[in-house]
């Protein structure tokens, strides 16, 4: 596995925390746990959506 795709799987790793986490929440009616889910999954979609569009910048020069 190269680099782009080691980054990739970590960034999908860590949106699927964020969802188990939310889940997690859901089933016990905790609300700080159904927040942080979400939090973590934005934000390890977000880093995924930033490193694809970068490395398609580098790309292309």
Known sequence: MNEKQRLYKNQLQLAGLGIVIFVFGL?????PCIIIGLCIFLYGLLRL???K???KKIDSK
């Open 53 to 55: 569009t970068l490395f």
């Open 49 to 51: 959506l930033f490193f």
């Open 27 to 31: 089933i016990e009616s905790n609300k």
